[in-house]
């Protein structure tokens, strides 16, 4: 078993990162072509904004649980880690941009009355916010910069962006499909892990690596 984790990891590392952006942009190309050539159904606007945001969430999703898949399992994505979060911020930058060009024609008297009034919209935007320091500092520059123990703190926001993610979802719909919650259980069960390491032994952090890539301790309970 840990043969075969340690063998699966030593794989993964041999793909250049540049890959998992090229195959994470993958849906968002796929998506804006097939609008372009009008084949996104009836209301091709509300499938590409709705699309963005799902594969928004689906990258913080998986960025998530880097950490558990090294813990539990051995097999480590650290070094894509970046990759994905980067991925979710460009994909929930589309969706916004998709929102106020495409679905409020950048009428900013509407876009703020969407922000107050409508809850969903005040958490979607608010998670966005928690994002954008994140992604500004998801450099080796920033990490050298705030030091590794205050840039793991800044980037722990990550878990509220995506509590406030799926809670987004959970809200915007009517009724009570199966999706939303399935996404809500998935990032309750990434976050109540760490709650309870981080319960069970306190987190130790350590320096960053000589690439300013900061590798949690073994020990550290709370890396994200
Ligand atoms: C981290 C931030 C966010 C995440 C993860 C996220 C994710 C999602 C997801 C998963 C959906 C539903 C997709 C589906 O129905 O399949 C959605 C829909 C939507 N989101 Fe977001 N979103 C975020 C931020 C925002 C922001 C900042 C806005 C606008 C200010 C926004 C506006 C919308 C709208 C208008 C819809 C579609 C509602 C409808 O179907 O009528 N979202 N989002």
């Not at 928004?56 to 070094?79: H, K, M, Y």
């Not at 929102?99 to 900013?108: E, I, P």
């Not at 009517?174 to 399935?182: C, D, G, H, N």
């Amino acid at each position: 078993m840990a043969d075969a984790a340690k063998r699966l990891s030593s794989a993964l590392q041999r793909v250049p990162i540049w890959l998992v952006y090229v195959i994470g942009f993958i849906p968002a190309v796929m998506n804006f072509t097939l609008g372009v050539l009008d084949q996104l159904g009836a209301d091709p606007m509300r499938t590409l904004e709705r699309a963005l945001g799902e594969w928004s969430l689906r990258f913080l999703i998986i960025g998530l649980c880097v950490t558990p898949l090294r813990q539990l399992a051995g097999v480590s994505l650290l070094r894509y880690r970046r990759a994905f979060g980067l991925l979710a911020f460009w994909y929930v930058t589309l969706h916004l941009l998709t929102y106020m060009v495409l679905d409020q024609g950048l009428d900013w008297g509407a876009i703020w009355a969407d922000i107050v009034k409508r809850p969903y919209i005040t958490i979607g935007m608010a998670s966005f916010v928690l994002l954008v320091p994140l992604a500004l500092t998801s450099n080796n520059l920033s990490i050298r910069r705030l030091g590794a123990l205050a840039w793991n703190r800044l980037h722990k926001l990550v878990y509220l962006a995506a509590a406030g993610g799926a809670l987004h979802y959970v809200m915007l719909v009517k009724a009570w499909p199966l999706e939303p919650l399935v996404y809500a259980a998935i990032v309750a069960t990434l976050l109540a892990y760490r709650l309870v390491r981080a319960v069970a032994k306190p987190a130790r952090v350590r320096r960053p690596a000589p690439d300013g890539t900061v590798m949690p301790s073994p020990r550290s309970r709370l890396a994200r």
